[in-house]
């Protein structure tokens, strides 16, 4: 939610599972964007979102590009994806709505949204977006190469966030990090 506003997943009658926001009046309750337009569903079963200022941040596929972050400020011209991190119809992020487990597999810190996503090289790595396609990068290559490191259950104490990742090496740890690839490391 973001003041009185509350973001949802809906399904309707005439569409799919979209994303829809109310202020918690019949008047109030509308489709923000049909997404994955037509039948598909642009949400996951199990959407999750994410506030930071006035924007919501969440994960849709739009048919064409599988699951890829988003934003929103709650108007249809204002709902976009954030970067087709792994470019064509392939996903780069599903674990942030796995389970509804919303701080699971992302989180905010530091005004940004941190995530695991696969960029179709890299693997399952360390993310983070200022909401930009161009401040939407990855963090560091934990595990080199096209292995995945597996980023998740995030926990942010005081101006560090911390993490599960795998490096391969010493296999999954506890890791750290203020944002930058320097100090992202393995606690």
């Known amino acids: ?25 019949t008047s109030g309750t509308m489709l923000v964007k049909d997404i994955n337009s037509g039948t598909g569903n642009g949400l996951s079963t199990t959407p999750a979102y994410y506030a930071i200022g006035n924007t919501v941040y969440f994960i849709a596929d739009d048919g064409t590009n599988g699951f890829e972050l988003w934003k929103t400020d709650g108007t249809a011209s204002g709902t976009m994806m954030v970067k087709d991190i792994n470019s064509g119809s392939a996903s780069s992020i599903v674990n942030c709505m796995s389970g509804g487990q919303k701080n699971s597999h992302c989180v905010v810190f ?21 909401g930009t396609a161009s401040g939407t990068v990855m963090v560091k290559d934990i595990h080199s190469g096209s292995g995945n490191a597996y980023p998740g259950e995030f926990r942010v104490l005081g101006n560090t966030l911390y993490s599960r990742a795998n490096d391969v090496i010493n296999g999954p740890e506890l890791w750290k990090t203020d944002g930058t690839a320097s100090c992202t490391v393995m606690v």
Do not use: R
């Open 1 to 25: 939610a973001i003041g009185d506003t509350l973001y949802l997943g809906h399904v309707s009658n005439s569409e799919e599972k979209e994303l829809w926001k109310s202020d918690g009046t």
């Open 110 to 130: 530091n005004n940004n949204l941190y995530f695991q996503a696969d960029d179709g090289t890299n693997g399952n790595e360390l993310w983070n977006s200022d």
